[in-house]
């Protein structure tokens, strides 16, 4: 069975979504990954999904880096993964200026020497059980006692641009994308990653490329296309995305959204996977074959001839 993974955030109550985690894993998904911004806690989440699970990988997709020191995080990540059973992977991100400023009241500028600093205090922490660093936004003098972490854990960054995506086939295992179409994707992504990876000797087999395929198994594609352009809504609104949707070919949608009118068929029909089966499957494929290793099933929001969460992830496996 070709690899495929799937975004499932808590929906209701955790317990239902530790409930849907247990039919992913029952459906062969390689994984299960959590969103973070508005939504609960990721961390404490996948806890919660690893206590009913046995078998399938856990990952944030992703934790913004505001949101812990670096310390912290490697903490938690630590037991997380120890508590898994050696199941997760650190994905996290740089975040954007609204979230990092208006949120937390912190300063959100040179976004690649924080996510290289933050990395490096993240990694040595895992990998050494040690870290004594001090750079330009974070200092992090700690050692475990007692107790040594995982080496190898993998580590994931939300990476959009070209200069992030450099950086994180420096220093990452993978990327995770949200809003990439598979033309930006084939086009930008994939040999921009190939380039660094090769330039630093890297076994390309050994990098994921992770892409959120929003889709909805629906007796009603209009209302589905409705709920996609409701969750896509505030994407077109912030820098890094803007760049990628008119990169990627989209412009349309970019004036479309300036205008305060509905983002085109066009735009929403390049991103999602709406309708029957085999409509989903052919959506993760188009993504495959742009050059993305793990396609990553997301749900769309509820609408009018929604077939729901379960039966979607039980259509994308065929």
Known sequence: MPRLACFLDAGRSVEQGADRAALAESLGYESVWTTTTVLRDPMQTLAAYAARTDRIGLGTGVMPLVSRHPIAAAMEAATLDEASGGRFTFGMGISHRPLVEDWYGETFDEPLVRMREYATIVRTLLDQAAVNFEGEHYTAR??????????GMKIFFAALAPRMLRLAAELADGIVLWMCSPAYIRETIRPTIEEVLAKKGRDPAHFDI?????????ENPDAARDAFRRQAQPYPHLPFYRRVIEAGGHADALAASDAGEPLPRSFVDAMAGIGDADAIRAKIEEYREAGVTLPALGSLPRHDGAAGVEETLKAAIG
Do not use: C, M
């Not at 992770?210 to 629906?218: C, E, F, G, K, Y």
């Open 142 to 151: 700690f050692t475990f006692i007692g107790y040594k972490p995982r080496v």
């Open 210 to 218: 992770i892409a959120a395929v929003p889709s909805a198994l629906t």
